[in-house]
């Protein structure tokens, strides 16, 4: 065979990038028509239950939605298998088979690391309880956790977080390993039945091939990025060979651009961002691309805080403008704005369609607008 030609590195400006990035993550127009669609296109949701405005997943399908996204859609999706819940991220169901070549795996490739160990022997130590909640779940499942027997003779230990969390932490495991996996929730409180009768069963591809689709499926979500990103959940780090190379005007090194976002026509809107949304996760993109300070600052004191507990990032066109500091006061009826913080001067009709987007927040939260007391 002949050599391979290099591939064109692909020259674009700051706005090019952005544009990329906004259109990849369903923030342009036009808006996806679905809930299922929406979710394919972003490949992965946030299941993040603080809901100081709306629980983050919520606020992410809204901000693409729209008025039409009911929460009850995700729900009834999820309890039906139409989409399906994975180490806390919602995700489509045709996704799933990468993951599974992981979790043939598990606990990893070897060498294993002395975490990685711990769990094995913690799992093996237990094996009776593991033994007894897969025999549950096979004639009575789903069930909640609630429901299920903890008979670990070796208690689960850490920093403290989930000291004795026995039961929980075996489920994670066993997720993790692909024998059980979330069926829906019954209120806050997850269901589990066996993996087998949850996940679709599509060909699970060797684990090389399953980390290459991977590798493509996040580029195609995200539209660029570095080669190495930031640790995330079910994430690889390492985008491979995934797209082809690009430079970005004033930012140094090369990144990985979907082709397929290359040259697309962009029609910019104004949307209210969850602090969760995939959009402003990596900090150093935010900065490099679009010279943007954000942090979530709910853990932080009240007297610390420069944008507010639960602060939204504020995205119009392609440009992140502001943060806007709200809380959702239900027995009030209001969404109370406590301050929209602009980190650019907006024109009339850019502050108009700000304006119009909290009131279209409040709206599909069944509230009215108000100004902090």
């Not at 993996?195 to 979500?221: F, G, M, Q, T």
């Amino acid at each position: 065979m002949p050599p391979q030609r290099p591939a064109t590195v692909h020259e674009l400006s700051r706005a090019d990038a952005r544009r990329i990035a906004v259109s990849a993550q369903l923030a342009a127009r036009p808006r996806p028509t679905g809930l299922e669609e929406a979710v394919r296109g972003l490949s992965q949701v946030q299941l993040e239950p603080t809901s100081a405005v709306a629980p983050s997943a919520d606020l992410v399908l809204w901000s693409r939605l729209g008025a039409a996204y009911d929460p009850a859609h995700l729900r009834d999706a999820l309890d039906e298998q139409r989409l399906v819940e994975l180490s806390g991220f919602v995700r489509p169901p045709a996704d799933i088979a990468l993951f599974r070549a992981e979790m043939a795996i598990w606990p990893g490739e070897e060498p294993l690391r002395e975490w990685q160990e711990d769990t094995r022997d913690w799992l093996r130590a237990n094996d009776g309880c593991r033994r007894e909640v897969l025999a549950l779940l096979r004639t009575d499942g789903p069930l909640p956790a609630s429901e299920l027997p903890d008979t670990c003779v070796r208690p689960w230990r850490s920093s403290g977080w989930n000291d004795d969390r026995n039961l929980r932490m075996l489920l994670e495991v066993l997720a993790r390993r692909g024998e059980v996996a979330v069926a829906g929730r019954c209120g806050r409180e997850r269901l589990w039945d066996l993996a087998e009768r949850i996940y679709p069963d599509d060909p699970v591809p060797a684990l090389a091939e399953a980390r290459r689709l991977r590798a493509e499926r996040r580029l195609s979500s995200v539209g660029i990025a570095r080669p190495r990103g930031p640790q995330e959940p079910g994430e690889p780090l390492d985008l491979s060979e995934a797209g082809e190379p690009a430079v970005i005007a004033g930012v140094r090194g090369t990144w990985r651009v979907d082709p397929a976002r290359l040259g697309q026509p962009f029609s910019g809107r104004t949307v209210l961002l969850s602090p969760f949304d995939r959009l402003v996760k990596d900090r150093r993109t935010l900065a490099d691309v679009f010279d943007f300070e954000y942090l979530l600052e709910m853990y932080k004191p009240a007297a610390r805080r420069r944008w507010g507990y639960y602060a939204l990032p504020v995205l119009h066109g392609d440009r992140l403008v502001g943060k806007l500091d709200a809380h959702a006061d239900h027995e009030a009826g209001v969404l109370r704005v406590a301050a929209l913080h602009l980190d650019v001067e907006l024109g009339a009709g850019a502050r108009a369609s700000v304006e119009r987007e909290i009131a279209a927040l409040a709206s599909w939260l069944g509230l009215e607008v108000a100004g902090a007391d």
